[in-house]
């Protein structure tokens, strides 16, 4: 267990539709990261948040769109699905917003878009 | 052009095989390099890391960076079957807001068969 959890491990949901993804970070870690990661396009940076606050954005679709709570945990929200969005969401933490630092990977949720 | 590029195999070898890993990258401004290693279904995992050109050891894995050539390498020696996984070199940011951002080659997947 790396210490990040993500829920749910498994989505199945209809195009069109919308789902949230959910993120608890390794305690005492500050940073949440989003990343997407389908087997033509490898693992693609999405969204940071640094405690509460949107510090980067990658290749995000305007149909996506995230949040870090009070209480560190992040949740990714995805609209409007498409065929096409169905990958491994993977959320990841660390305890400063640098990248040299690592990051700790949760287990990532599954999405099936049908 | 890419920012790191990867080959991404697969890539099969019989145990106790000394594995070569590659990647390039395009910016000369990166300091910090990293490999990562995932296994199926699974989060990737820091494997390990260094800073700037030089050699690091750690047990059977071996990083390398030239920056002059713009080239970081992963060795592991004497391979074993428990080593079979996706093996991703990541490179953080080198400043500003892509700080936090880690870019991920697309992966090289590794079989060790007995």
């Known amino acids: 267990d790396s210490g990040v959890t993500q829920t749910p491990k498994h989505l199945i949901t209809a195009t069109g539709q919308r789902v949230t993804l959910r993120c608890s970070p390794r305690?005492?870690?500050?940073?949440v990261y989003w990343y997407q990661q389908s087997l033509d396009q490898g693992l693609q940076f999405l969204i940071h948040?640094?405690?509460?606050?949107?510090?980067a954005k990658g290749n995000i679709l305007e149909r996506f769109s995230a949040q870090q709570f009070p209480d560190l945990h992040s949740e990714l929200n995805l609209s409007s699905l498409e065929l096409g969005d169905s990958a491994l969401y993977f959320c990841?933490?660390?305890?400063?917003?640098?990248?040299?630092?690592?990051?700790?990977f949760g287990s990532g949720t599954r999405l099936t878009v049908v | 052009q890419k920012e790191v590029e990867q080959d991404p195999g697969p890539l099969s070898v019989p145990e106790g095989a000394i594995v070569s890993l590659n990647c390039t990258y395009s910016?000369?401004?990166?300091?910090?390099f990293m490999w990562y290693r995932q296994y199926s279904r699974k989060g990737p995992e820091l494997l390990m890391y260094?800073?700037?050109?030089g050699n690091k050891e750690d047990g059977r894995f071996t990083a390398q960076v030239d920056k002059s050539s713009k080239y970081i390498s992963l060795f592991i020696r004497d391979s074993q079957p428990s080593d079979s996984a996706t093996y991703l070199c990541?490179?953080?940011?080198?400043?500003?807001?892509?700080?936090?951002?880690?870019?991920f080659g697309q992966g090289t997947i590794l079989t060790v068969h007995p």
């Open positions: 910016n000369s401004a990166f300091q910090y």
């Open positions: 948040y640094y405690n509460g606050e949107e510090r």
């Open positions: 305690s005492g870690d500050l940073s």
């Open positions: 990841a933490s660390s305890v400063f917003a640098r990248g040299q630092d690592g990051y700790t």
């Open positions: 990541a490179i953080p940011g080198a400043g500003g807001t892509s700080y936090g951002k880690l870019t």
């Open positions: 260094t800073y700037s050109s």
